[in-house]
């Protein structure tokens, strides 16, 4: 059985108003479109609704009783679809993200705020972990995006991954080590240091040491730790020198770290939104990785 909505609304509209004229120019059809739609409708139901004379128009018994219902379907199917518009435009909803640390603890701040400040009715949950464990929840649907930092070969054929920013490495170290006196400093000047990096669950491990083995150099002792606030501590001690991302560094005013410009090369990290292929933003989601997009710096496509 195969009927449309346009020719239910017709068929209602006749019924309500008793003419064919008049329900024509409620719905905004011409009346021989009208007529069609009428008949078309009969002839799918195979019954007749209407009983027609050139004086008036009214419903047969079947008919009646198939207008009693169909008044109520449709009024049931306009607020449906009114709600759903509605919660498109609030952009009601709960939304949630998986990051990794640095993002989440430099980043998210601010995205929180702007969705706090511009859709209230948004319910966000941040979780912050390693590269590894974002793919993963996205990939099983625990969160609707994550955000880590893009690593070739590395990514699921099943996840798309959407970039946000690019950011380049520094040194990191205290304030009175060899390196902190120089403006920029070259990776090969990096050989025989101790070092302190992330495990290899994180993205910003990888980058990192891809281009230590292409600089060839050869650290005297490596330290590790998953989360970037064990880093940052171990690099206090000091235990020794790290390389982090932009948004991995300590602040200017830190008592004891400073950070310096990687040259030769300038090595960079590329940032993204991540989701599942099969799954696509709700409209609470797409507000708040627009709100992110936009707090990153990249211009927003509405």
Not at 15 to 31: K, M, P, Y
Not at 158 to 170: A, N, Q, S, T, W
Not at 172 to 199: G, I, Q
Not at 231 to 260: D, F, K
Request: hydrophobic fraction near 45%; aromatic fraction near 6%; glycine fraction near 6%.
């Amino acid at each position: 059985m195969h009927y449309t909505l346009r020719q239910l609304r017709a068929a209602q509209a006749v019924a309500h108003h008793g003419s064919f004229r008049r329900a024509a120019d409620a719905v905004s059809l011409s009346q021989p479109a009208l007529s069609l739609a009428v008949s078309e409708l009969e002839g799918v139901l195979g019954v007749t609704l209407f009983d027609r004379t050139s004086r008036m128009v009214r419903p047969t018994v079947v008919g009646e009783a198939f207008f009693s219902s169909l008044g109520r379907s449709l009024s049931n199917l306009d607020a449906l679809v009114k709600e759903v518009g509605m919660i498109a435009q609030s952009r009601r909803g709960q939304v949630a993200i998986s990051s990794i640390a640095s993002v989440a603890g430099r980043l998210m701040p601010n995205v929180l705020m702007e969705c706090e400040n511009q859709f209230p009715e948004v319910e966000l949950t941040l979780r912050d972990d390693v590269a590894s464990r974002v793919i993963e929840v996205v990939r099983y649907g625990e969160v609707d995006f994550g955000i880590v930092a893009k690593v070739e070969g590395a990514l699921p054929e099943d996840l798309i991954f959407e970039k946000i920013v690019e950011e380049p490495f520094y040194l990191v170290c205290v304030k009175n080590h060899r390196l902190a006196r120089k403006r920029t400093v070259m990776w090969s000047e990096l050989d025989s240091e101790s070092y302190v990096s992330f495990t290899t669950a994180s993205g910003a491990n990888a980058v990192a040491d891809q281009q230590v083995l292409l600089s060839g150099v050869k650290f005297s002792r490596v330290f590790s730790a998953s989360q970037l606030s064990t880093v940052h501590a171990m690099l206090e001690a000091p235990l020794g020198i790290g390389i982090l991302p932009r948004l991995g560094l300590p602040t200017e005013q830190h008592p004891s770290l400073t950070y310096r410009p990687l040259v030769r090369p300038v090595l960079n990290r590329t940032l993204g939104v991540v989701r599942r292929k099969d799954r696509s933003y709700s409209p609470a989601a797409a507000t708040v990785k627009d709100i992110l997009m936009s707090v990153a710096g990249v211009k927003v496509r509405k």
